[in-house]
């Protein structure tokens, strides 16, 4: 009994000694054990000494759930733990270096995007024709949002309206009364902030007219200036003339744009005042530093209410010559007092003066401080009609100071009669004279000037809007273009209306009901057009081969194509009738040949002499007469009818780009190339 009692007692001294982990005992526990093993009693034959785990060799245990660190690092130094350990780590840092490596590559390689006035159409509104919310007989800010998805179902992006400020002028010639008021015809600031917030929703962006060259002489500016009242003494052109019996003799020979003299004499100060186009529109003085500040603070107004961009009118005629010297006559051989009409002088002194490109561009300057947030860049064009094409690409700036982001390009509007050649020639004049790296863009309505249709006839319609499409750049519709509006042809308005300056400004014609659907009121500010029972929106959505649905085509096929928006231009052809293109981009075998007929009759023309390696027969993208889509074209022989369009598909290996023979007729704005495996645009071409 002794000697059991002695055994039992002999393990559980060496049971003292040893150490059960569970994995839950920490590991400050171990210093519980016997910090002296030699001196446990080894004597008793009998005992079970069980090894602590830190007195154990690595090979004679294997790792085990919980271990205590000093027998994990015991482990970890193994070569069978540590090298897979470092080649893991080392795979890591190499991928995170590859992957850094590769953005910076595709970073770098990559062409820039296209930006929002760059990716889709502008479709440009007259708001007091364009759709009436409250039965006055005049558009408003109101109707345009209304009409906001039908603006969307024509793929437009940006929405461009134009001059709805507050005015004094029946005709709302942009004579200025407030610039940070809307026109009570058009509505309220609430309203116009409403239509931004919803343009804004639809993912869609708003531009707007601004002219700064001058105010309405109602502006409060004026009334001041008149009186000489403190800093507004000279805000204006004022100089010293004489008036005697009613009869004014001017300063100098300055003529108005609308003839006549462009100075009038001011009853309250006894000086002249100058103006550049109508007397009730007073020219600013932008000489003047305190000017060109009040102008600043307009546009941050506008930027600030979520305005997107805008179009600066007239600014050619932003500085004068400071020492009035006389223009020089057309004929010289004129008598003096007989000239009167704009057209009779060169305007060397009144427009694009040293100096009025600095202020355009400190313009500029203001809009860049609020394109700073991501995705909120503010454009800015330029309305520079009537300029040589020279001067014209001025406003695009310099190298390395950028003004505008565009000029209008206006030039397919003073087409009064079609050929092949002067499209090409007003192609490739822009094409040939824009600054490297810029952007073009094309229109062929506006306010200012006479409808499509009324001007070139409803056969060409279809084919200018398929260019308008197809060249590179930026297309811009003026309201009602996309189904064929027409002029209207009343010449009794009531009202103090220059008849010219409205033709092209007839509601809006959006169905068959009273008004063309444009007002439910008892009188429009302008009569509808006669032919609005046939031309008019939801009769065009129902057809299928109407001038809307070709516009629709062709809107959709720009969008998904990146051979239209982003591709090489070549110009392969043009005579008496035809315009023939191409449309190509690097890395896509697949090429758009646009043909368009601008000629009187009917033609014929053979493609096999202009693309030598052309196939025989080709298949029809889209055509303007919608029963030839989807069908084939024999090459050696394709009839065009008069106004006829089409765009044919087919697939080159050598892009006529890249062939000697037709290098100079390309042209590109911004150099990209597509890579089908990434599925991704870079700019190693």
């Not at 350990?85 to 953005?103: D, H, K, Q, Y």
């Amino acid at each position: 009994m002794d000697e059991d009692k002695s055994n039992r007692d002999s393990i559980q001294m060496s049971m003292k000694g040893c150490r059960t982990n569970n994995g839950f005992v920490q590991n400050e526990d171990i210093s519980e054990q016997d910090p002296d093993p030699d001196s446990r009693d080894t004597s008793q034959p009998n005992a079970v000494s069980i090894p602590a785990p830190e007195e154990s060799h690595p090979k004679a245990l294997r790792p085990y759930a919980g271990m205590p660190k000093e027998v994990l690092f015991q482990f970890s130094g193994q070569a069978r733990y540590r090298v897979p350990r470092e080649i893991l780590f080392w795979l890591i840092v190499v991928s995170v270096f590859l992957l850094i490596g590769a953005t910076i590559a595709i970073i770098a390689i990559s062409p820039k995007c296209l930006d929002w006035w760059q990716a889709g159409p502008m479709y440009q509104i007259y708001p007091r024709s364009f759709k009436d919310s409250d039965k006055d007989g005049n558009g408003d800010l109101k109707g345009i949002q209304e009409k906001l998805d039908y603006i969307a179902s024509l793929n437009i992006k940006t929405i461009w309206v134009c001059s709805f400020y507050k005015s004094s002028l029946k005709d709302f010639r942009y004579g200025i009364e407030d610039f940070q008021e809307i026109d009570p015809i058009f509505g309220t600031m609430k309203d116009f902030e409403d239509l931004v917030a919803a343009i804004h929703d639809k993912g869609l962006k708003l531009i707007i007219d601004f002219i700064p060259n001058h105010t309405s002489d109602q502006h409060p500016w004026f009334q001041l200036s008149r009186n000489r009242n403190g800093k507004y003494t000279d805000y204006y052109i004022w100089q010293n003339c004489t008036h005697e019996n009613g009869v004014t003799i001017p300063p100098n020979n300055w003529l108005s744009v609308y003839g006549n003299s462009s100075w009038h004499f001011d009853d309250v100060r006894k000086q002249c005042y100058y103006h550049q186009f109508l007397k009730e529109q007073p020219d600013l003085n932008f000489r003047n530093p305190a000017v060109q500040e009040e102008i600043k603070e307009i546009i941050e107004f506008w930027l600030t209410k979520g305005v997107d961009g805008f179009s600066f009118d007239a600014v050619k005629f932003l500085l004068e010559a400071k020492d009035l010297r006389n223009e020089i006559q057309v004929n010289t051989s004129q008598i003096p007092d007989t000239v009167t009409h704009y057209s009779e002088l060169y305007h060397d002194f009144t427009t694009t003066q040293v100096g009025m490109h600095d202020i355009v561009r400190d313009f500029r300057q203001v809009m860049d401080q609020y394109s700073r947030e991501p995705g909120r860049y503010r454009f800015m064009g330029t309305e520079a009609s009537a300029e040589s094409i020279e001067r014209t690409m001025m406003y695009y700036g310099l190298p390395f100071i950028q003004e505008a982001d565009f000029p209008f390009n206006n030039y397919l509007t003073t087409l009064d009669s079609l050929s092949g050649h002067t499209v090409y020639e007003v192609i490739t004049s822009w094409m040939e004279n824009m600054p490297e790296g810029k952007w073009p863009n094309w229109m062929t309505g506006g306010p200012e000037t006479t409808r499509l249709t009324s001007r070139l006839g409803n056969e060409y319609i279809n084919s200018m809007n398929m260019l308008l499409f197809t060249l590179p750049g930026t297309p811009i519709t003026y309201y009602g273009e996309e189904i064929g509006m027409r002029d209207i042809s009343v010449t009794n308005f009531n009202g103090s209306y220059d008849p010219n300056t409205l033709l092209s400004k007839s509601p809006m014609q959006w169905d068959n009901s009273s008004n063309a659907g444009f007002s439910e009121g008892n009188h429009t500010w302008l009569p509808t057009n006669s032919d609005y029972h046939a031309v008019n929106v939801e009769v065009q959505k129902t057809q299928s081969s109407s001038v809307l649905k070709m516009y629709q085509d062709l809107s959709l096929l720009r969008a998904a194509e990146l051979v239209l928006s982003r591709g090489w231009f070549c110009l392969l052809k043009d005579d008496s009738h035809s315009v023939v293109y191409t449309r190509e981009l690097d890395g896509i075998d697949k090429v758009f040949i646009v043909v368009l007929n601008f000629g009187e009759s009917s033609t014929l023309l053979n493609l096999q002499e202009v693309i030598s390696d052309l196939p025989m027969k080709l298949r029809i993208k889209l055509s303007t007469n919608s029963s030839s889509k989807g069908s084939d074209v024999d090459t050696r022989a394709i009839s065009l009818e008069k106004g006829e369009g089409l765009i044919l598909e087919y697939s080159m290996k050598t892009l006529l780009h890249h062939q000697e023979a037709f290098r100079d007729r390309c042209f590109v704005s911004n150099h990209a190339c597509y890579s089908s495996v990434l599925d991704i645009l870079h700019s190693l071409c």
